[in-house]
Each structure stands twice: as C-alpha cells, then as structure tokens.
C-alpha cells in the first residue's frame, strides 16, 4: 500500500505539472524606456497577460527598449524574468544579480543610452529540461561594423537563489566563436522534453543545430538547408517553427524558405522556397495554431498559403493590403508577425508605434482569417517591429514515433498511465518487454465491465477519457498471450 501512494503522489505532480507547462510563454513585455521624444505617460514597457486565454494588459517600467527580447514565466503563468540583451531583468523590473553586461562586444554601447538590441530572433530564454529551477538564455554578441552576429552565448539563471528572485550563476559561455550568426530558435525534441536550438550564418544556407538536455548543451551540428542567408547586412528576416514542430520557416532578402524539421534527430528536410514577392526590410511569417496554414508579409502586403497542399505555392492568397493611411506615430506597412496564445496572430510596424494590426482568425483560410488594421491601441509606443522570441511551451511528446526516438535516459521503470487523475485523456507507457507487444489496454468499472479496449504498439499511447463519467476505474495491459502482465486504478476527475 505505501508503495502505491507514493506512485498515486508522484503521478499526481506529474499531471499538475503537464497540464501547467502551456503557461510558460503566456506573458509578452513589448515597448521602451522613457524618451523625451514622447511623452512620459506614453513610454515604459506593455506586459501582454494571456494567462486567462484573452489578452489583459498593463503598463511596466523599463531601463532599455526591447527591440530584441525574450521572456520567461513559471508553469503555472507568474513572470520570472526577461531579457533585452543587456542584462536579465527580474520579475520586478530590476536587473537580476550577475547578469550585467552579458553583450561585452561594441554594440554594448546601445545597452547604455536605453535603445537596446536591434536585432530580431537575437535571443531565447529556455527552461533546463533538467529541471530544478533551472534555465538557459542562449544570446547572440555583435560586432559593431553592419551590426553583425559573431558569437553565441549560454548564461544561466537559477531561480532558487535570492528569495526565488533568481541570480546568474554563469555567464556568457561561449557556444559559437567568430561567425557571421543572426537569428536563434528553438523547438522541442520529439521526446517533449529536451530542446532543439538552432541559429543561422549569415550569407550562407548554414545553420548551428544544438541539443539541450538534463546532461548539458550538445553540439553544434552544422547542417545546411535550402535559401541563402541575409546577405545584405542591414536587412531584415526571420526564423521560426510551427507550433507542432514539424516545419522550419526563414524569410530573407534573398529568398525564403520553409523546410520540414525532424524532432527526433534534428535534421531538416525538403526545402521549398516560398513564392511571394519578399521584400528586404519588411519580411515576416507566421503559423496558424493549428500549423497548417502559413503567413509571409511584405511591407504593404499579406499572404497566405495552404501547406497541406502538395504544391502550397499554388494556394497562395492575398488577405490584407495597407491602405497607405497613416497618423503621425504610425505608419502603414507591416513588420514583424507572431502567433499569440489567444491563437490570434500581431503584427508590428516596421518603425515602431502604439498600434499593432491582428489576424483574429488565422486556421481560417482567405478573407475568413479577419485581418484588422490597427486592431489593438495601445498606452504605450513600441520600440520597433520586433517581438519576444519564445518558443511554443505548449509542444509535447510527439506521439506519433516510436521508442526508438526516445532520449530520454529514465523512462518510467515500469507500465504507468499518467496523468492520473485525468481529465480528457491519459498516456500509458513505460518499460515492458518488447516480446510483449502488442499490448492490449483495457478498462474497467468497478463492477467488472469492460468499458475500453484498445491497442498498444507504440508507447506512449494516448487514451481518450473525455466522455467517462468522474470516478475510480481499474485498468489492466495483456499481452499477445492473452497473460495480464500490469494493472493498476485510474481516477477520472
């Protein structure tokens, strides 16, 4: 009996914890210090609070503009920290302990008079999938001549210091040393824990693929992929994954392109290029939530494309136009595009403002979409077209690979459904004998009537528990000799 309470605590942490990791991207920090260009009331920072499934809004100080930013919170929603570049700045707006000047390079002279980092994608915060409180910035240090990347750096914060307000305990570990780098993105292995990083070189198809896991950071593996790279050093791009992790897209002013990406190993595949009339200063993309539908921009222009379609460039539409109508903060063209956790996708201007146009219903395909020119008004001016650079925390395990893809050292030692409680589903998996599958699932009440069967060929397997009424079931998992090799109890909440 001990042994199976301790298991009914530990699969109960597990759920909380699986059901909370979709809030750790869920607070945006956009704008920039106080300028006596505008006016006070005008300037600071905008934290963007989508906890609640909408967008909540307030103002919050800000010692730098956050031109090229990334913003971490906790798993149940609570901000942490962010970064602009500089520094690392605390939950409340102060720097962090040992994370001054973590950019030493020239460009260290923007951090000085409060304008920041001009680079889009220039960094990411990302938790350590070896938990413990633990999380990584990965950052890009410039040259000064064309503002170009030259080196990769690792610092690390642990939030279990000062009172939980968290200190750097390393800093600028360098990862990559004199080359011609610009963006940084990340997306989940296919195991849902580790992480994938990538960056890319400038003027080449080059990119820097790392692993992070529980042991450390892993690589880099230079990998090249279609496109060419930002040759025009003061042009603009961008890098990112779909929300389900299975497709890379980098705009360019050479051309862009969107290639498939393997979350198992890391390798990408089947570059295409994208068929828009790209323009230099003004490209962007996004995904729909449900990744199936791709958006690129120029400075006046937006499309969108089919990417279920055996040949997307086919499907490509005109959703939106600038009517060429401006105000004196903000202009009429577009600049940087991102999909939000209200599933709504923002777009910046290329020179800053305080409006940013919105796509209300980006899974719809052509003028269903809903694109709103000016659509949020905001207290606050932005500091330019950039937003946070976050991955999607919301991504797991992808089930639809098997073991063999698996990293993970300590997978549970033995068959177990988690989460449990469960509310609209639970996973069985764990280590069996290979001789044993296919496994049969089944499920019971508590008079001994079979209510679920199902097959196991692949763990983790998911089970679907949405209709079942809330109560206690027991379970069982046979094997192709028909023998009952595991049971337990499963609690539907």
């Known amino acids: 009996m001990k042994i199976i309470s301790c298991i009914a605590i530990f699969l109960l942490l597990l ?60 798993t149940l929603g609570n901000l942490l920290f962010y970064s602009e570049g500089c520094g690392i700045n605390r939950r409340d707006h102060t720097v962090m302990l040992g994370s001054d000047s973590i950019n030493d390079h020239p460009l260290q002279y923007f951090c000085i008079n409060g304008s920041g980092y001009s680079r889009t994608s220039g960094l990411i915060i990302l938790p350590d999938p070896g938990g413990k409180r633990i999380y990584r910035v990965f950052h890009n240090a410039y040259y000064i001549k064309g503002l170009y990347g030259s080196q990769m750096r690792m610092t690390t914060v642990d939030m279990t210091l000062d009172n939980g307000m968290g200190r750097v305990t390393e800093k600028k570990k360098i990862l990559i040393d004199s080359a011609n780098i610009i963006y940084i993105s990340a997306v989940k292995h296919a195991n849902g824990r580790d992480w994938w990083i990538v960056n890319s070189e400038r ?149 800053g403002g305080n409006k940013l146009n919105i796509i209300h219903q980006p899974n719809q395909q052509g003028l269903a979409a809903g694109f709103e020119k000016w659509g949020f008004d905001m207290p606050v001016f932005n500091a330019s077209k950039h937003f946070p650079n976050l991955p999607n925390h919301q991504l797991g395990a992808d089930l639809s690979l098997c073991s063999d893809c698996d990293t993970l050292p300590n997978p549970p030692l033995d068959l177990m459904l988690y989460p449990n409680p469960a509310n609209t589903y639970t996973f069985i998996g764990g280590q069996v004998s290979q001789s044993d599958y296919p496994l049969k699932f089944q499920l019971f009440d508590m008079l001994g009537r079979l209510l679920l069967e199902e097959n196991i060929t692949c763990p983790p397997h998911r089970i679907a528990t949405a209709n079942l009424p809330a109560a206690a079931y027991s379970w069982r998992a046979v094997n192709q000799s028909g023998n009952k090799i595991r049971q337990g109890v499963l609690v539907k909440r």
């Not at 499934?53 to 971490?72: C, D, E, M, T």
């Not at 230079?222 to 980098?250: H, R, W, Y």
């Not at 009517?323 to 202009?331: E, L, Q, R, V």
Request: charge should be negative.
């Open 203 to 351: 003027g080449s198809n080059q990119k820097f693929v790392f692993l992070l896991d529980p042991s450390g950071i892993h690589g880099p593996e230079v990998i090249k992929t279609g496109g060419v790279k930002l040759a025009n050093p003061e042009a603009f791009g961008q890098m990112l994954f779909s929300p389900d992790g299975k497709k890379f897209l980098e705009l360019t002013d050479d051309g862009s392109y969107i290639c498939d990406f393997n979350r198992c190993s890391g390798k990408f595949s089947n570059c295409v290029k994208i068929d828009f009339p790209d323009a230099a200063f003004c490209n962007s993309g996004a995904f729909s939530s449900d990744s199936r539908l791709l958006y690129v921009s120029t400075c006046d222009s937006i499309f969108q494309f089919d990417l279920q379609s055996p040949d997307f460039n086919q499907t490509r539409q005109l959703i939106a136009v600038q009517d060429g109508i401006s105000d004196i903060f903000n202009t009429p063209y577009f600049g940087t595009m991102t999909l939000a956790p209200d599933n709504k996708i923002y777009i910046n201007q290329p020179t």
């Open 15 to 74: 759920s909380s914890l699986t059901q909370a990791q979709s809030l750790q991207g869920h607070n945006w920090i956009i704008g920039f210090s106080a300028s006596e260009n505008f006016p006070a009331d005008s300037s600071g920072g905008l934290l963007m609070d989508f906890t609640s499934g909408s967008l909540v809004y307030s103002k919050v100080p800000l010692k730098n503009a956050l031109a090229s930013s990334s913003i971490i919170s906790d």
